[in-house]
């Protein structure tokens, strides 16, 4: 995914304003799954009483999910679409940001319905939880240069300090693939910081202390604007291009085929390709959407 410009960032509360496996799984046709009363009935009871899903997400990713210039607003592509899926479903959607390391065990012990943000769909997590997967999501290093010619190298970052945040597949990463491509080249493997927040991730770059971090390139644009030093981000084989997915107790699966539902209905009617444009985020599209596809990518 290319950079974003800094001025991106700026003029996202403005932008704010502005399967064939559905059918087998549901049972229905997409005809019917574009009705809004059908797709209400797919819901549990306890959703249908008080027509609200309570979702927990980390508004401090930009264009995912994060607070707009009013201090409270939460914005972003994956707000749009939640809040798109909620009107297809016929139901509130209610919001509540915490440190992302809070938001499965949130979910896991039922306060919170559904975890929604960039939340990688992996085997670990598949033990407690299902995903409706929704987007593709790229990784890649951030290294402040002194000019944006400065090439910069994967194999320099292997022996240095890498800033991270804590229970996020970045960690995974680091830990495993990235390790293991370093120890392969016959270099040290990096040494870890993690940081409970995304600001202490960023500031932990532009303060020297961590001399790379790791995150989606899709932020690229406001870890720029933020930066006092250009940015320039490292790609490479080695990094994942991991399913991202909403989150849900996997016993709670009338409330996953319901999401599934309403996701498929705003990809057949156009809304969902439309908000990853004005997010600038289309390479992110999964052009079919589906429950725990993360399992069947390890195959």
């Known amino acids: 995914m290319s950079m974003m410009s800094p001025s991106r960032v700026a003029s996202f509360a403005r932008k704010f304003a502005v399967s064939s ?14 009705n809004p009363q059908s797709l209400h009935d797919l819901l549990p009871t306890e959703i249908k009483n008080t027509n609200v899903l309570n979702v927990v997400t980390d508004a401090k990713w930009p264009p995912f ?3 707009g210039e009013d ?15 909620g009107a297809k479903l016929g139901v509130d959607i209610k919001q509540t940001s915490i440190e992302f390391s809070g938001m499965i065990p949130g979910v896991q012990a039922n306060r919170y319905d559904i975890a929604m943000m960039a939340v990688s769909d992996t085997p670990e997590r598949r033990k407690t939880l299902s995903f409706v997967d929704y987007a593709y999501l790229t990784q890649g290093a951030f290294v402040l240069v002194d000019s944006q010619d400065t090439p910069v190298e994967l194999s320099s970052l292997c022996d240095k300090t890498v800033g991270l945040q804590s229970g996020t597949n970045f960690v995974d990463f680091i830990e495993k693939d990235f390790s293991k491509y370093c120890t392969a080249l ?4 990096p040494k870890k910081l993690e940081f409970a927040s995304a600001d202490a991730v960023y500031l932990s770059l532009y303060s020297g202390r961590a001399d790379f971090i790791v995150a989606a390139t899709s932020i690229a644009g406001d870890v720029s604007a933020k930066a006092p030093r250009p940015v320039q981000v ?10 991202i997915g909403i989150a849900y107790l996997k016993d709670r699966t009338q409330l996953g085929e319901a999401i599934l539902a309403g996701l498929k209905a705003i990809q057949a009617d156009g809304t969902y390709d439309q908000i990853l444009k004005r997010w600038n985020v289309e390479t992110m599209a999964l052009p079919a959407p589906g429950i725990n596809l993360g399992a069947l990518q390890e195959q």
């Open 21 to 34: 496996a559905l059918v087998a799984s549901l049972g229905v046709s997409l005809g019917v799954a574009a």
């Open 65 to 67: 999910t994060f607070v």
């Open 71 to 85: 201090g409270k607003t939460l914005q972003g592509f994956e707000v749009d679409l939640l809040n798109a899926i």
């Open 186 to 189: 016959g270099k040290p493997v």
């Open 234 to 243: 490292v790609t490479g084989d080695v990094f994942p291009k991991d399913l």
